[in-house]
């Protein structure tokens, strides 16, 4: 049986462990491994996408290894689904860190991948609509900014619709505002072509 202070550190110590690998810089890492300097479209970026992918399944995998009992006597009876929230907490901190990632003086990517390696264990639902609009966009648009954006805003809606309702929601609101909020230029970019093209 777990003690009381080990109850309360379990699930401290996985949101760190999802902060920091979250904010692990493959792509920087790699681009120095293959003798580039910029982040951005890296040799191979396939390798690059998977490994940030890996970040929010990863931090999703681990919260829910550890178990859900230390929840019991900390979210009461009026929170939904502790165990759901904790997980998609562990996701959420898992974006921050590739968002803000402290190797980077707290700068970093757009927070995509990670969202979609937590959405593939939390609500593959809304990771499978997500990931059809973000290639069809692909194929259709040539924009992977616009993929992105719509990918993102795709697999929200799904989960909303087709999710298990709860107060976790809360958390994946937040994760999903994150990762639109650093599309913030893509967003304005697209309009400003948009308002070109008109």
Request: net charge positive.
């Amino acid at each position: 049986m777990e003690s009381p202070l080990m109850s309360k550190f379990l699930p401290a110590l996985v949101f760190a462990i999802a902060f920091l690998s979250g904010s692990i810089p493959f792509g920087n890492l790699l681009g120095r491994l293959f003798g580039r300097t910029s982040r951005g479209a890296w040799i191979p970026p396939v390798l690059v996408a998977v490994l940030d992918v890996f970040k929010g399944a990863v931090a999703v995998f681990l919260m829910q290894s550890v178990g859900f009992e230390f929840l019991s006597g900390l979210a009461g009876s009026e929170v939904a689904s502790p165990g759901l929230a904790a997980e998609w907490a562990a996701a959420f901190f898992a974006v921050t860190g590739h968002c803000f990632s402290p190797w980077l003086h707290f700068k970093g990517g757009r927070g995509v991948a990670p969202m979609f390696g937590a959405l593939i264990l939390l609500s593959p639902v809304a990771a499978a609509a997500g990931l059809v609009v973000f290639g069809v966009t692909m194929l259709t648009k040539r924009s992977v900014q616009l993929a992105s954006i719509a990918s993102v805003v795709v697999a929200g809606v799904t989960h909303m619709v087709f999710g298990r309702p709860g107060t976790y929601l809360i958390v994946g609101a937040a994760m999903l505002f994150l990762v639109l909020a650093r599309h913030e230029k893509d967003m304005d970019a697209l309009l400003d072509d948009r308002e070109k093209a008109v």
